[in-house]
């Protein structure tokens, strides 16, 4: 039996074709009706489809217009993870083309929605299913999955699913979907993906009292079981797949501070929400410092919410101030906090590790408006997932503190954001640099079109993990991370600066991640992390590895 099929029951024949029935229900190799006459013949196909054959493009066109009927994004989403789950290739060729359509759906903010209803649009497994009961049988349950040669795990335990807290199981929307785009944007090889949801229970009592969860309907293990846990996957993953990038996505901020220290030293591993993230928004700043002309080093951020966002942005923030010239403390001197218990300072007791290189000497503030007014920021991030908390007065402070206010409300989904573009543009009169988590509509003031930035991450850590993996680096670094916001920002043209895009289209994520995959490559090489060498035209490279969305002929 081949190893290669997604289907238990794969029945190959002597050439080591999978036929039949067998070959129509394996989504990697499915064509549908798109198998010749010869492959039909040979494949054993005869009968089992419609007569006539249909070229690739009539399936796309017979996709969109089913697609567009459908009445709504979480029906456009089923509809598309159907389509996943019969015919890979017919998927990414439909995502491919109409990325800016359909990230929103197969990703955030639909993504969201999608996980919270879980249980109940569930219709086919994906990926790999690793619970609390697998305790000391991981190594095993990893050898159930069909491929041999993974190269990218995006694992999550659900804890902390976008800004909509601990979905339990049911976050296996997010891998699956990173995994989406892992191939959609960055060309990852589909057959090498794997994503994976450690189920340790959930908090969540809707979902322990819903009948149709689909998760070990218990409460979260935690301390020292969920960490040997965590050990057991991380050693048996490296047994099993030894050339896989593990990608940590939506742990609550507990454990992922804490697993990214513990882990990133022992393999190729980096977690998305603190450093994706910091990349992302690392280079929207890049790009407002080319609209205002200012200095990186010269700014003074205020971070609304401490957690891995905030942190991991400040952090890479701080990494590029001091390779601007600034010291390691003038540098975090200018990233200030702000919490649920006011302003991070000094004499703040019981303050979680991750903030203490942040808590600077500073009397207590009670509000955020306060802290603006104090330490007149330059830029304000709101991290928090608490909607509406940029406020007219607040956007209208910074606009007379700055010409330009930076206003970055990152928090997903849509619902979730600290503002909306509207308002951002409209409190500060069109004078806001803003971008958002999640995709907002163009806003007209004075007859000027602003394009919000959308700080995607999906900008960065795509290309992140195709250099990763072409280059074999055996650790994600900070220096990656600064390369390849460096390289976003710089494909950003004058004309979308001029409409305050922060972001190049969303359609040109391909050759964006092909150029982020040669910097990362180019930047391991120099690090020492790279077990392939440099190739003499490392962007060529890059491009000639990545996945193309064409059916293989057999006949
Ligand atoms: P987290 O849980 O680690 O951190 C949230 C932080 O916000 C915590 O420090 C919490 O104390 C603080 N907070 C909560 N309510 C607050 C309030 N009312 N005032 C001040 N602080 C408050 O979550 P995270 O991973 O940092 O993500 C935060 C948000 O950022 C989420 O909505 C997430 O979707 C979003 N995010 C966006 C992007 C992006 O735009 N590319 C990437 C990652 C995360």
Redesign the pocket.
Known sequence: MSKRSCVPWEKADSSGLTRGVNLLHDPLRNQGTSFNEKERDLLGLQGLLPPRVLSQDGQVLRILANYALKPNDLEKYIFLIDLEDRNETLFYRVIMENLSLMMPIIY?PTVGKACQQFGHIFRRPRGLFISAKHKGRIAEVLENWPQDDVRVIVVTDGE?I??LGDLGAQGMGIPVGKISLYTACGGIQPATTLPITIDVGTDNVRLLNDPLYIGLPQCRMRGEPYDQLIEEFFTSVQARFPNALIQFEDF??VN?FRLLQKYRDRGCVFND?IQ??AA??LAGLYSAMRITGGRLRDQTFLF???????IGIADLIVTAMVAAGLSDEQARRRCWF???KGLVVRDRTHLADHKIPYAHPHPRMET?EDSIQALRPTGILG????PG?FTRPILEKMSTLNKRPIVFA????TS?AECTAEEAYVWSQGRAIFA??SPFEPVVIDGNTLIPGQ???AYIFPGVGLGAVLSRARHVTSEMFMAAARTLAGEVGQSELSHGQLYPPIDNIRSVSAAIAAAVFQVADTQGLSRKPLPDDPIAYVRRKMYVPKYKRYA
């Not at 609304?304 to 905030?310: F, K, M, N, S, V």
């Not at 991290?383 to 608490?386: A, I, L, M, N, R």
């Not at 990152?410 to 989904?413: E, Q």
Request: glycine residues 22%; aromatic residues 2%; proline residues 3%.
């Open positions: 955030t902390r976008l800004g609550a901020n992922a929400d994706g993230t992302v928004a609304q919410g401490a957690g891995e966002a905030g702000f919490d649920t955020l991290v928090s997932g608490t908390s990152l928090s997903n989904p979730k958002s988590g700080g995607n991450n």
